[in-house]
């Protein structure tokens, strides 16, 4: 199983992104999926998660500027995130709580992350 994490990039302050982490190999079903961010020398803290049955939940500081949604038919978690700031630059990692096979545990797993950098 990976997790396949993208866009992340440079944009400027107020600018927009949308971020994209795919899930793939031997999937049975995925539960939540999410981000966390890590800025540096901070700890990783969490951005937004999804349920299986499209419940979100956000950090405080992201509320109305984030979005986050997921494609089940694609194992596919997206965070569109809006009115960018610097204090946004961090590294944004994807997980997803999914079985490998039918009747087997929940295992939570990590995307290799994605750098966001917000800058003018």
């Known amino acids: 199983v990976q997790l396949q994490a993208s866009g992340g990039g440079l944009v400027q302050p107020g600018g927009s992104l949308r971020l994209s982490c795919a899930a793939s190999?031997?999937?049975?079903?995925?539960?939540?999926m999410g981000w966390y961010r890590q800025a540096p020398g901070k700890q990783r803290d969490l951005v937004a998660r999804?349920?299986?049955?499209?419940?979100?939940n956000y950090a405080n500081s992201e509320k109305g500027r984030f979005t986050i949604s997921r494609d089940n038919a694609k194992n596919t978690v997206y965070l569109q995130m809006n009115s960018l700031k610097p204090e946004d630059t961090a590294v944004y990692y994807c997980?997803?709580?999914?079985?490998?096979?039918?009747?087997?545990?929940?295992?939570?797993?990590w995307g290799q992350g994605t750098l966001v950098t917000v800058s003018s």
């Open positions: 999804v349920t299986s049955g499209g419940s979100t």
């Open positions: 997980f997803a709580w999914l079985r490998a096979r039918v009747g087997g545990p929940y295992r939570e797993y």
């Open positions: 190999g031997g999937i049975s079903s995925i539960g939540n």
